[in-house]
């Protein structure tokens, strides 16, 4: 907690805050103890959460970037702190699904829950709580100045690039990797990363086909227990990481 106590946040969202750095090109992402679901209207707190979402984001980066996918990743303070570069986030969700679940196929019900797409399907969402993060397409982004074509086609890249990385690393695991969301921050004109988090709330990790057994937050957003919610992330923690998270860490 040092490294904020006394600091105003610059920036807060439903699970993180955001703090200067003394290094300018440099901020502070606090990860906190809060889920929520349904655009925020669900909300809870689940001691640990942060450390737990803090060190797989943290794990997860360090692959991307070994990879060659740039993140925003510099520096991982224990339990639920990652010191990163600072970069203009973009207010645009990047969606990458390998098998059809979740808003897909509700919204799109001509897919099948469970059914591969090949290849896989990338999609943008707009972030805005107020208007349920419309989807848009690559033609919206530049048509309303967010990106440009340049930018576009490396979201896409890396967003693809990473989709290998992190598929080719659970199917090692023996998991089933369902589909990830991911955003993206400039770092200057033409040069973006993959910033914010990476970690069981931003993706789906089924451990069958039927997605009965699963490591991500839908046992939250469909009413599963706290108690339950908070060992699915315990779990979580241990087949990504293939350790055992610190008990401190779990009380923070």
């Known amino acids: ?55 797989i984001t943290k794990y997860l980066f360090e692959k991307l970037e070994k990879a060659g996918v740039p993140t925003q990743l510099v520096e991982y303070v224990y339990p639920n702190i990652i010191i990163a570069k600072k970069i203009q986030m973009l207010p645009i969700e990047v969606v990458c699904r390998n098998i059809a679940a979740g808003h897909l196929v509700k919204k799109l019900p001509f897919f099948k829950n469970g059914q591969p797409l090949n ?5 943008f969402f707009y972030k805005s709580d107020e208007l349920h993060d419309p989807m848009v397409n690559e033609y919206h982004l530049q048509a ?3 990106t440009s074509e340049k930018e576009t086609l490396q979201m896409k890249d890396y967003t693809l690039k990473a989709n290998r990385v992190l598929k080719d690393f659970f199917n090692k695991r023996g998991l089933i990797f369902v589909d990830f969301k ?11 990363v993959i910033g914010d988090e990476l970690n069981g709330d931003s993706m789906r990790l089924w451990a069958s086909p039927d997605g009965r057994k699963a490591f991500d937050k839908d046992g939250y ?10 060992e699915t992330y315990i779990e979580t923690f241990k087949v990504i990481t293939g350790e055992e998270p610190l008990k401190e860490g779990l009380e923070s």
Request: charged share 30%.
């Open 221 to 230: 957003r469909s009413g599963d227990a706290l108690d339950k919610v908070r």
């Open 144 to 146: 309303l100045r967010i």
């Open 1 to 55: 907690m040092s490294l904020i106590s006394g600091k105003q946040p610059i920036a807060e969202g439903k699970t993180k805050r955001v703090y200067l750095h003394d290094e300018p090109d440099k901020v502070i992402l606090y990860f906190k103890n809060d889920i929520t679901a349904l655009d925020g209207l669900k909300h809870d707190v689940i001691h640990g959460k942060g450390y737990i979402n803090a060190y």
């Open 182 to 192: 991911i955003e993206f921050g400039r770092l200057s004109e033409d040069n973006l």
């Open 119 to 123: 290849p896989p399907v990338i999609e």
